[in-house]
């Protein structure tokens, strides 16, 4: 099955920019080690995988009535912390769980993605 | 005219109901387990049923009533599986993890205790709604009805059944896999599964519905996954909890009824008690630690079972020390049928009208329910308070749909006293 894995929240890694330079690095060992994890592990594979600018720099697209506005900032509050996605192949949702918890301990959703095949 | 056609129906019947209560769950786990369609599975299984139902009573009972249904459930999936392949249809599968190991043994299914226990686990997944874990796991497993999971539960059929198939449908999209029984992060999930057999120890000691009143098999079922469960888990407190709860209230089964009739706990036949159960039972609690949560709520239920069974007759139990045992048990759970059992504890501790102040207010969540109004009608009655009690007799009939407890309601409606009606 193919994941889609939402970095939604900071949870407890806190604000990227309040983080000093040793603990950022920390976190970047942690999707260092993850990326490792999902190799090893039969039957995963990482599809995609990037980091997300802050919301600062989000742009917001709105149709109504066929007409759509553009605004500066991120879709919804709810949205602001978005910092990255994966899309990944696995074989179950435990498999997707336990790996995740690898990663710097971010709030993540995790999305079966619809299959098309 | 009593025929041999008509004695052949009627043990059809039977045998047909006895399997639906012994095999559902280790027939459904199977089909589960070999066909990984969960969606296709249950409604298989309650059609070979449907089958099992119309045709022995004309043609006979198979020798082996299991196999002959796991065969005939077998072949309606093989049926659908060729529809949607004519349709170019490809069903998601459920999922299953790496250490799951495809039970082979279809024809020795009386030892498939593993099979229904990765099947109530699958149900207790955490990423399936809380609400929605034991429900789907006694509909599944112990293949009770849901309208009597959604009485268990105090919601209406319709949420309940909605429920039940949102967290289906969530199992197979989400790739929630069957796995191994036991497994360090299985026990998160331990505490439903405890719930889930104590529910299906519930249903069977207190069948909401049927001539029965008491499925005795279905509590006995209970039993056995409570204590496979506990030979795999021997240092999880609820799973000891559990089975010492489970020990000691299914000791008293055979006490319980009597040419059909319930029998009250005070006048029950403690000759009739299994004292070796009530023993293990007993030992397995005093054991475990004051806690909380789940584990603490099984604890002090056990700690009731104990009061009641320790003494040797009914008129010295401490009902002091029950009352103040509920009082935590409802203190944890907020539960209103635990302030409905203090309530009777109270009644004995104290006074009738001490007991019937408690069911105050309990009107609001148990309205519905005969027990409240059988509970206030005993109570009353005592209280010499013989109006209320006749309009609570009356009212715990309408409701009450267990044959057996209705026609003890009804003797105790006859009974009442009525001088000033």
Redesign the interface.
């Known amino acids: 099955?193919k994941?889609f894995v939402l970095l939604a929240g900071n949870g407890d890694v806190g604000a990227w920019e309040q983080l000093t330079p040793e603990e950022q690095e920390l976190i970047f060992a942690k999707f260092g080690a993850f990326d490792d994890a999902c190799e090893q592990k039969?039957?995963v594979e990482t599809l995609a995988g990037e980091a997300l600018q802050d919301d600062s720099t989000a742009t917001t697209l709105r149709t109504r009535g066929g007409e759509m506005t553009i605004t500066d900032g991120p879709f919804a509050e709810a949205t602001e912390q978005i910092g990255g996605f994966y899309v990944i192949e696995?074989?179950?949702?435990?498999?997707i769980?336990?790996l995740c918890r690898v990663l710097p301990p971010y709030d993540i959703e995790?999305r079966?993605v619809v299959?098309m095949? | 005219m009593t025929s041999k056609s008509d004695q052949l129906s009627t043990w059809a019947d039977q045998v047909v109901a006895e399997t639906y209560r012994s095999d559902w769950g280790r027939l459904l786990s199977l089909l589960v387990a070999r066909t990984r369609r969960l969606d296709l599975a249950e409604d298989a299984l309650s059609e070979a049923f449907a089958r099992a139902s119309a045709r022995w009573p004309s043609v006979g009972v198979p020798a082996n009533p299991a196999a002959w249904l796991f065969t005939a459930a077998s072949r309606v999936i093989i049926g659908q599986l060729r529809s949607e392949a004519i349709h170019g249809r490809?069903a998601?599968l459920l999922?299953?993890?790496?250490d799951w190991v495809q039970p082979t043994r279809v024809g020795d299914i009386g030892d498939l205790d593993d099979e229904r226990l990765a099947l109530i686990l699958l149900c207790c997944h955490p990423?399936l709604h809380p609400g929605a874990r034991s429900p789907l796991a006694l509909r599944l497993v112990i293949g009770t009805s849901t309208d009597e999971i959604a009485r268990l539960f105090l919601v209406s059929r319709s949420t309940m059944a909605a429920r039940i198939t949102r967290a289906k449908k969530k199992i197979i999209?989400?790739?929630?896999?069957l796995?191994a029984p036991v497994d360090a992060?299985l026990r998160v999930r331990l505490d439903d599964v405890c719930r889930t057999i104590y529910l299906a120890f519930t249903a069977g000691y207190a069948p909401a519905t049927g001539p029965d009143l008491l499925r005795t098999d279905l509590a006995g079922e209970a039993v056995e996954l409570a204590t496979v469960l506990f030979g795999l888990v021997r240092d999880a407190h609820q799973v000891q909890a559990l089975r010492g709860l489970l020990l000691l209230q299914h000791a008293r089964r055979d006490a319980r009824t009597a040419e059909g009739r319930l029998v009250r706990l005070a006048e029950q036949d403690r000759s009739l008690w299994h004292q070796d159960e009530l023993r293990a039972g007993t030992e397995l609690i005093v054991e475990l630690p004051v806690s909380v949560g789940y584990v603490e709520e099984l604890r002090l239920q056990a700690l009731i079972a104990i009061e009641h069974t320790r003494v040797s007759t009914a008129s010295a139990t401490d009902w002091s020390a029950i009352a103040a045992l509920y009082a935590g048990l409802e203190t944890l759970t907020g539960s209103p049928i635990v302030r409905l059992n203090r309530a009777v504890a109270v009644g004995e501790a104290e006074s009738p009208n001490a007991g019937l102040a408690i069911t105050d207010g309990l009107d609001e969540t148990l309205s519905k329910n005969h027990r409240l109004h059988a509970v206030r009608a005993d109570l009353a009655r005592r209280a010499g308070r013989f109006v209320l009690a006749h309009d609570s007799y009356v009212r715990a009939m309408e409701l009450c749909a267990n044959d057996v407890e209705y026609e003890y309601l009804a003797r105790q409606l006859d009974g009442l006293d009525t001088p000033n009606l």
């Open positions: 099955m994941y039969p039957g696995a074989p179950d949702l435990d498999t769980t336990d995790i079966p299959d095949g | 490809k998601q999922a299953v993890r790496d990423a999209a989400a790739g929630i896999p796995s992060e």
